[in-house]
Every structure is written in C-alpha cells, then in structure tokens.
C-alpha cells in the first residue's frame, strides 16, 4: 500500500504522514516507522530533515515510551543539521524523560540543553518545574522559578506559578504558597481558577477556613476566569463537619452562577451517608431525579455500600434491585458486597424459621 501511495503523491499529506507514524510506533515497530521518515521525498513531502516532520517522529516515539531511542535518534542528527538551537525538539525529549517520571534523566538533558547554549522557553521550564514538583524536589523547581522572573525574556507564566503553588501546598508549605500568590499577582501574572482551587483544597485541608472564604470572595472579585466552579465548592463540601452546613454552601454556589452538577449531588449523597442522615439523603436524591442529574451508576453505589456499612442490609438490597432494573450495571465491588449480603439475609431468614419452629414446639 505504501508503495502505491509514493507512486500516487496526492494521497499523502503531512497529516496522512502523522497518522502512519503513529501506527508504526504505536505497534512499537521503531525501524518501519523511521524508514516511512526516511522515504518523505518519495510520497512528495519535504526531505527528511524538515524540523517540523522530524519533531513529529519524535513525538510519537516519545509519546509510546520510546524516549531513549528517540534521544539517540535526535543525537545523530544533532550537529550536522543544526538542531542543537532548535529548543522545540529539545522540549520534545525533555518533555519524554518527564512523563516517565524519569527526573534523573530530565535533568541530564536539561544540563545538555545548556551545554549547547540553546536558550529554555516557557515550555521547556514549564515541563521541567512540573516534574520535579511532582517528584517532590521543590529545591531544583524553586530555584528555576526564582531564576525566571529575573529573565525578562522569559518570565513565569500562571501555568508554572500553579505548578510551584502546588507543589509548596503539598509539602504543607502553606506560607510560602501563599507568598508566590502574591508575588505573582504583584509582578503582572494573573492567577486563574486553578491557582485559588489549589489554595483552597490544600487550606480546607489544615481548616483555615477564614483564608479560605477570603479567596473565595477574591475570586468573586476578579470574576472572569476566576469565578468559583464546582471543584471550588466541591473542596468547600469536603471541609464541612455537619448536615446542616450543607445547605449554606450550595446557597452561596448558586448565587454565584454555578451549575448543580452530578458530581457535587453525588459528593453531597456521600457526605449525608458519612454523617448517616437519612433525611439529607432523600431529598437530596428527589432533587437529583427531579432535575435530571442522575442518580448514576457513582450514586447507586453510594447507597448501597453507605446502607449496608450503617446496617441497612434490605435498603441496600432496594436500591440494587432499583439500579438493575434501569439497566445500570453495578461495579464488582458491589456486586461481591450483594452476593454476600444474599447470604447474609438466607442464613437469616432460616434462623428465624428455625427459631419459629422452636417456639412451637
């Protein structure tokens, strides 16, 4: 088919060349996939060395855990045809060695990149402070973000402010968090929803709820891309201690234009089942019905493993046979928890006969 297609150009297009690379890498046939590369002037497309079409080979390699071999073929190709200036193959590799989670050799490339003089980009820190703030190592990602905004060229941007604000919040670095928010939004980089939700979940977490509230009215504020959404109120729900705050929360959540979803009234059915109110949880499931955000397969489950684990073992069965009924299939957890709970009821019911026929006598 190939060949019939480098006879008949018109049929192969840079998009056409993607998709076969793809198909060759994603079958992890590395040599088939390069030599389609190599055969680019055959089908009419630009010689093999395009940057473009060669950052494309490369991606999928990377793409389908082929970083090494991708490397080594970037390197054959690095000094003769000019690409140790060309950052955006480099970020390719980088951005490879990240998804792995391999940082030592991240940061191996990472010395290569300045070895060759080939100036970072935004997306080249952006990968590489992601990484190591996901790894924990807060000293090598603090110290690049630092470095950033002394370089006008190439200053922070809120996608790596959120990537450092995260990674502080969950060494329990609080402070220092809340310190880059400020700088940032001092030095011209707005925050977004991301930068506040992250905030939040991590100071609902210790119970600042006073900080809390305060960027949550922030966010008011600002409005735009920072109004509050549902994994705001969703980490409001989680902080709570009571039935009652309940309401509250979901009263502020509508004010401010945010939609119910079905994943809030299911983490609302998971909270009244935690704090076994009974009366929270019918109506928050006739509103679900009534406004047609479920009940869902998630909400199913709640019910019936929150019923059996409070001792309702026949409320549990109710609301199985209910989700049957509608055609929803129930997860395997839930149905080991049914088989045993039909056991549970059987080895019942015949005590109780055994009982009754004892009495008799």
Same mark, same amino acid.
């Given at each position: 088919?190939?060949?019939?297609m480098s006879q008949r150009k018109e049929f192969i297009n840079e998009e056409t060349f993607s998709i076969l690379i793809r198909r060759f890498v994603a079958a992890h046939k590395l040599e088939e996939a390069i030599n389609i590369f190599y055969r680019r002037v055959e089908f009419g497309l630009d010689n093999e060395l395009d940057s473009e079409a060669f950052r494309t080979l490369l991606m999928w390699m990377c793409r389908y855990k082929h970083v090494e071999e991708?490397?080594?073929l970037f390197h054959r190709y690095l000094n003769k045809f000019g690409f140790c200036r060309d950052i955006k193959t480099w970020n390719v590799i980088l951005n490879g060695w990240c998804v792995l989670g391999n940082t030592h050799e991240a940061k191996r490339l990472w010395k290569d990149i300045i070895a060759y003089k080939c100036k970072p980009d935004v997306f080249t820190y952006a990968t590489f402070i992601k990484a190591m703030t996901k790894k924990g190592k807060l000293g090598?990602?603090?110290?690049?973000f630092n470095g950033m905004w002394k370089d006008e060229s190439c200053k922070p941007n809120v996608v790596i402010c959120n990537c450092v604000i995260d990674g502080l919040c969950f060494k329990k670095r609080i402070p220092e968090a809340l310190q880059v928010f400020h700088d940032m939004k001092e030095r011209g980089c707005l925050p977004n929803v991301a930068t506040y939700n992250s905030l939040i979940k991590h100071l609902c977490k210790i119970r600042r709820m006073e900080k809390v509230y305060e960027l949550v009215e922030d966010m008011k504020r600002r409005s735009g891309d920072?109004?509050?959404?549902?994994?705001? !109120?969703? !980490?409001l729900l989680q902080s709570l201690k009571a039935p009652e705050e309940v309401p509250t929360v979901l009263e502020r959540m509508e004010r401010n234009g945010c939609a119910m979803s079905d994943d809030i009234c299911n983490l609302v059915l998971r909270l009244y089942m935690k704090w076994d109110d009974l009366d929270g949880l019918r109506k928050t499931w006739d509103e679900m019905e009534r406004n047609g955000l479920g009940p869902d397969r998630r909400s199913y489950t709640i019910m019936i493993h929150g019923h059996y684990e409070n001792g309702r073992t026949k409320d549990a069965m109710r609301y199985f046979r209910e989700m049957t009924s509608k055609g929803i299939v129930p997860e395997p957890r839930t149905e080991k928890l049914v088989i045993s709970m039909n056991g549970q009821l059987k080895e019942r019911t015949e005590k109780q006969g055994v009982e009754v026929e004892a009495s008799n006598v």
């Amino acid at each position: 088919m190939l060949d019939e297609m480098s006879q008949r150009k018109e049929f192969i297009n840079e998009e056409t060349f993607s998709i076969l690379i793809r198909r060759f890498v994603a079958a992890h046939k590395l040599e088939e996939a390069i030599n389609i590369f190599y055969r680019r002037v055959e089908f009419g497309l630009d010689n093999e060395l395009d940057s473009e079409a060669f950052r494309t080979l490369l991606m999928w390699m990377c793409r389908y855990k082929h970083v090494e071999e991708a490397e080594t073929l970037f390197h054959r190709y690095l000094n003769k045809f000019g690409f140790c200036r060309d950052i955006k193959t480099w970020n390719v590799i980088l951005n490879g060695w990240c998804v792995l989670g391999n940082t030592h050799e991240a940061k191996r490339l990472w010395k290569d990149i300045i070895a060759y003089k080939c100036k970072p980009d935004v997306f080249t820190y952006a990968t590489f402070i992601k990484a190591m703030t996901k790894k924990g190592k807060l000293g090598t990602a603090l110290k690049l973000f630092n470095g950033m905004w002394k370089d006008e060229s190439c200053k922070p941007n809120v996608v790596i402010c959120n990537c450092v604000i995260d990674g502080l919040c969950f060494k329990k670095r609080i402070p220092e968090a809340l310190q880059v928010f400020h700088d940032m939004k001092e030095r011209g980089c707005l925050p977004n929803v991301a930068t506040y939700n992250s905030l939040i979940k991590h100071l609902c977490k210790i119970r600042r709820m006073e900080k809390v509230y305060e960027l949550v009215e922030d966010m008011k504020r600002r409005s735009g891309d920072c109004l509050p959404n549902g994994v705001t !109120y969703s !980490y409001l729900l989680q902080s709570l201690k009571a039935p009652e705050e309940v309401p509250t929360v979901l009263e502020r959540m509508e004010r401010n234009g945010c939609a119910m979803s079905d994943d809030i009234c299911n983490l609302v059915l998971r909270l009244y089942m935690k704090w076994d109110d009974l009366d929270g949880l019918r109506k928050t499931w006739d509103e679900m019905e009534r406004n047609g955000l479920g009940p869902d397969r998630r909400s199913y489950t709640i019910m019936i493993h929150g019923h059996y684990e409070n001792g309702r073992t026949k409320d549990a069965m109710r609301y199985f046979r209910e989700m049957t009924s509608k055609g929803i299939v129930p997860e395997p957890r839930t149905e080991k928890l049914v088989i045993s709970m039909n056991g549970q009821l059987k080895e019942r019911t015949e005590k109780q006969g055994v009982e009754v026929e004892a009495s008799n006598v």
